[in-house]
């Protein structure tokens, strides 16, 4: 299942997966551009790239900052199943 974490002013959005079975989850972060996207994926909490499409080295640093700064977030929202779920936590 994939989840929305949160939509910046410029429609950057940033979408989490449930857990796999060793726990790490899947983010994806999409800014739309002309004619397609710019998108990274990464894995958490390993932080590991898999997938850069478009953003610049500075672009890419900003965007692993955020993940880092909310890691733990949506590694919990993640491990119930969502945040509309993290309510019960």
């Given at each position: 299942?994939?989840?929305?974490?949160v939509v910046f002013p410029?429609?950057?959005e940033v979408t989490y997966s449930d857990p796999d079975s060793d726990g790490n989850v899947?983010?994806?972060i999409e800014t739309p551009i002309d004619r397609g996207f710019?998108?990274?994926e990464c894995i958490?909490?390993?932080y590991t790239i898999v997938?850069?499409?478009g953003y610049t080295d500075a672009e890419t640093q900003s965007l692993m900052d955020f993940l880092?700064?909310?890691a733990h977030l949506i590694l919990e929202y993640a491990a119930v199943g969502g945040f509309e779920n993290?309510?019960?936590i």
């Open positions: 299942m994939k989840y929305s974490y410029d429609e950057t899947r983010v994806r710019k998108s990274l958490l909490p390993s997938e850069n499409t880092c700064d909310n993290a309510a019960a």
